[in-house]
């Protein structure tokens, strides 16, 4: 069902390999959507609420309506939720709220550089933000902890919240999408999805909802290209794409384990990449065999199948597993699984990953929900720059400067000197006039 990358033997013929070219992917262009996506946000724009019932019926089939969902319903759908559903939503943001008030950490602290200068560091939560829970293929109630639970421990004062109507309730999110903002306190909700949400947050649109300072959350192609059409007028987390795992697996993992691992994000999208790296041929036989056999009896056949076949799925073969470690950094996975006889060892030499899950009893589907850990993760390789979505994600950090007389005046010179040295006196100027009042630009 995966097709098959052989690396083997190929270092040892003194071949130079480039693990971030050789490794699947998908076909992402993000590029492309941006120009189709383009027309949409500055429609919105442009015409505001009139734009988003337009697509709404266009892309979503149905037109709410409200777009901002009624407190009522934040209400009734928490009211309407099972026991079990509410007791496991609870044990989530629990475990989420743990870990990011640990991420918090130092939100202050000073340094004196000489006596009496002193620079003082604020941690400052971003004032409005705008957070996007998917809809389409698979209501993403989870998301919606990821994105609330730190930004309320950052100390966002202005949340609001955005994910696609739905046909089958009347317009409105998902029930468990709209139970979960209830029960995390966030009453600014919309039923817009899509680019034209992203949009709506970007420029704000009269009469229903202000423009917000950052935009977080994963989304589709179409979300990814809004959120970098409008980088720069507002922040983003980060473009997160579809769906990616990684299992590095030595002949100790269990293929029952792997297989279902791989299918359980394969179940996401078709677009979702499933990579097993493992130097075993045991293993890669026996995974190939219970993937034939799992597959079958999953919900969501067709898109696991269409994603596990695809370019961006593969069985990458190394000759050992230092091997398996250089291919698992140049892929940069988001969710990356170390199923080996000493994972913890093995973990410790991955440095580009989104999320890294060590030993057989810390699957993905784990960090989707309850770990603690976020599912906001970077795709597409960005693990080699960026992080997932965390309590800093909402934190912007302002310096403060305070300088005594005696200490401007111990360093005024060496100003002046700067200054002049890059031609711009008025600088230099604006130090000396503290001494001397008369002093004039030069």
């Not at 423009?211 to 959120?227: E, F, H, M, R, S």
Request: charged share 20%.
């Amino acid at each position: 069902m995966l097709r098959v990358i052989n690396l083997r033997g190929r270092r040892a013929a003194g071949e130079r390999l480039d693990y971030a070219a050789i490794v699947p992917r998908a076909e992402f262009d993000v590029a492309a959507a941006t120009e189709s996506v383009r027309p949409i946000c500055e429609d919105v724009a442009r015409r505001g609420i009139a734009a988003l019932a337009d697509y709404s019926v266009r892309f979503d089939r149905v037109l709410p309506t409200n777009f901002r969902v009624p407190t009522t319903a934040l209400e009734n759908a928490a009211a309407r939720l099972h026991p079990d559903l509410r007791k496991a939503f609870g044990t989530a943001i629990e475990r989420r709220r743990r870990v990011c008030e640990t991420e918090l950490g130092d939100t202050g602290g000073e340094v004196s550089v000489a006596p009496g200068a002193v620079i003082r560091r604020r941690m400052i939560p971003v004032s409005r933000v705008g957070l996007y829970v998917p809809g389409g293929l698979a209501p993403l109630a989870s998301s919606v902890i990821m994105n609330v639970v730190p930004a309320k421990v950052a100390g966002v004062g202005s949340i609001a919240l955005a994910s696609p109507p739905q046909i089958e309730y009347g317009g409105l999110p998902h029930p468990n999408i709209l139970a979960l903002c209830h029960i995390l306190g966030v009453d600014e909700v919309y039923a817009v999805g899509g680019a034209q949400a992203i949009a709506m947050f970007g420029y704000g649109v009269p009469g229903l909802c202000r423009q917000v300072d950052l935009i977080t959350g994963p989304g589709n192609i179409y979300v990814v290209a809004a959120k970098r059409l409008l980088k720069g007028r507002v922040s983003i987390d980060s473009e997160a794409g579809p769906t990616e795992i990684a299992v590095l697996a030595d002949v100790t993992a269990d293929p029952v384990h792997v297989a279902a691992d791989l299918i359980s994000q394969a179940e996401h999208d078709p677009l979702a990449a499933a990579v097993l790296i493992t130097d075993s041929d045991e293993l890669a036989e026996g995974t190939q065999a219970e993937l034939s056999a799992q597959v079958p009896s999953t919900k969501h056949v067709e898109r696991i199948v269409q994603s596990l076949a695809g370019r961006q799925s593969a069985i990458v073969m190394v000759d050992d597993l230092e091997q398996g470690v250089e291919v698992a950094n140049g892929y940069a996975a988001e969710h990356l699984e170390v199923q080996t006889a000493d994972p913890e060892r093995v973990a410790s030499k991955i440095v580009n990953a989104g999320a890294i899950f060590v030993g057989p009893w810390s699957p993905v589907s784990l960090g989707d929900y309850c770990a603690g850990s976020t599912h906001i993760l970077p795709t597409g390789r960005c693990a080699c720059h960026s992080s997932g979505l965390n309590v800093r994600s909402f934190l912007k950090m302002v310096q403060v400067v305070s300088y005594t007389r005696a200490a401007f005046a111990d360093v005024a010179r060496k100003v002046e000197v700067f200054a002049d040295a890059e031609d711009l006196p008025a600088h230099g100027a604006a130090i000396a006039r503290r001494f001397f009042p008369t002093t004039r630009n030069q």
